[in-house]
């Protein structure tokens, strides 16, 4: 099939990539030129383990192009709306400004038959809305909804072999077509069993928020538990461990730490809880207010551990944040746990170094006044304290003699529960975890 992505961020550079490894013809069209011009040239604009790699085989196949004029999607069979939707300054509501102008900037290349599948997560009605505009501005085209669910790390699996594919579709003969249409784009992971669902519009746009919602409360619901554990000295390692044996729980996501951060999960709950508003059903979502308060008064609790380690105060004290990205595998620093974090520490006076494998760059788009080192042992040089707070593999494989030679004092924050606790202790390290006695 030929196939247009509609925003070539995250999502649709590893869609498009991915479509073309599928045999489609895709072309990824994006308003930033310099964008573009990376994808064009097989360079990804971010980090994500194996995209490069698929972009220079599907760029080599002939397959896939990328463009900025709107006017190259003309042909194409379905239209995938992949812009973002980031959160509204100073309001909880997602603003869909790049939405709606991707759209408005497409339908006049659409024709009767195209299908128009918007990827993006947007509050539920917005399909609805789209559907109406469609067919005033290009009728006889039809717009479906197919939420992603990447998992940064891991989107260009996620993407060739996902876990099910949602289908939100119109009544009637139209939702046959668009049904056919996506079972084309996706005949070879469908072939192998993946589930497919087919759904209306709301239920397609509330899969992913709910999806979303429902991770962000089991993890702040283990990280409450955290709370309760550093109150009666108990382990919260062990706790999930133990309930998470029960399969109607699961262990997944049960991992007590600085909370959850990046470009999905916060800005979603917020976006969700402010959609329901619109509705009437607020009521329904309160709980998420304290899922997200949890969330943010981790990255506090963690500013606390660090003062309470270095005697009671940061003024004048070296501190070492190892991980600026929101997650390991990943240079996305929105919202970015570690980066709130070592930002409050340097207010309290602390000369605070940060470094991460792949994402100082951008975390020095974001917050300028921190120090930043990209070699962990020049960062970790003379600190009074260590702070990992991005589960980075190579953090996690430190070794806890050979650092302490480079340190002016041994105390270390595990802000992810992933170190040997007895490891560090019994090479003479203060050790604190989150929750851990």
Not at 308 to 321: A, D, H, P, Q, Y
Not at 376 to 405: C, F, G, M, N
Request: proline residues 5%; charged residues 20%; negative net charge.
């Amino acid at each position: 099939m030929r196939i247009s992505v509609i925003g070539c961020g995250y999502l649709g550079a590893v869609h498009a990539a991915s479509m073309a490894k599928l045999g489609h013809e895709v072309v990824g069209i994006d308003v930033d030129q310099n964008k573009i011009k990376e994808l064009s040239a097989g360079t990804a604009p971010f980090f994500e383990p194996g995209l490069p790699e698929l972009l220079s085989e599907s760029l080599r196949s002939g397959r896939l192009t990328f463009s900025t004029d709107m006017e190259d999607a003309a042909g194409a069979q379905v239209h995938f709306l992949c812009v973002g939707t980031p959160q509204k300054k100073g309001e909880y509501a997602a603003d869909l400004r790049y939405v709606d102008a991707a759209f408005t900037a497409l339908t006049p290349y659409v024709q009767p038959g195209d299908v128009v599948a918007g990827k993006s997560t947007v509050p539920v009605g917005t399909a609805a809305r789209l559907a109406d505009e469609l067919a005033e501005t290009a009728p006889g085209a039809i717009l479906a909804w197919n939420p992603e669910f990447l998992r940064e790390g891991h989107a260009v699996a996620d993407t060739l072999t996902p876990d099910r594919f949602v289908y939100g579709v119109p009544s009637g003969e139209a939702s046959e077509a668009a049904v056919a249409a996506l079972d084309e784009v996706y005949a070879t992971p469908l072939s192998t069993g993946t589930p497919r669902q087919v759904v209306d519009y709301a239920t397609a746009e509330l899969v992913k928020t709910a999806a979303n919602s429902f991770l962000a409360t089991k993890i702040s619901f283990i990280n409450a538990m955290a709370e309760v554990c550093d109150a009666a000295g108990a382990d919260v390692t062990a706790l999930a461990d133990a309930i998470g044996l029960d399969d109607r729980i699961g262990r997944k996501f049960l991992n007590a730490g600085v909370g959850f951060g990046g470009g999905c999960l916060p800005k979603d709950i917020r976006a969700f809880m402010a959609r329901a508003g619109e509705l009437g059903a607020d009521q329904a979502l309160t709980f998420l207010r304290e899922v997200d308060a949890i969330n943010m008064r981790r990255r506090s609790r963690v500013v606390e551990m660090t003062r309470e380690i270095c005697g009671g105060s940061l003024l004048g004290k070296r501190v070492t944040i190892l991980g600026a990205a929101f997650k390991p595998d990943s240079d996305d620093v929105r919202d970015s746990p570690a980066l709130s974090a070592a930002a409050q520490m340097q207010l309290q006076g602390a000369t605070v170094t940060v470094t991460d494998p792949e994402a100082l760059q951008n975390a020095k788009g974001r917050f300028p006044e921190l120090g930043y080192e990209p070699v962990t042992e020049h960062a970790i040089q003379d600190a009074h304290a260590l702070v990992l707070l991005t589960e980075w593999k190579e953090y996690r494989a430190l070794d806890p003699v050979a650092v302490s030679s480079l340190v002016t004092e041994k105390n270390i924050i595990d802000g992810r529960n992933v170190l040997d606790p007895a490891a560090w202790r019994e090479a003479g390290w203060t050790y604190r975890g989150m929750g851990r006695p």
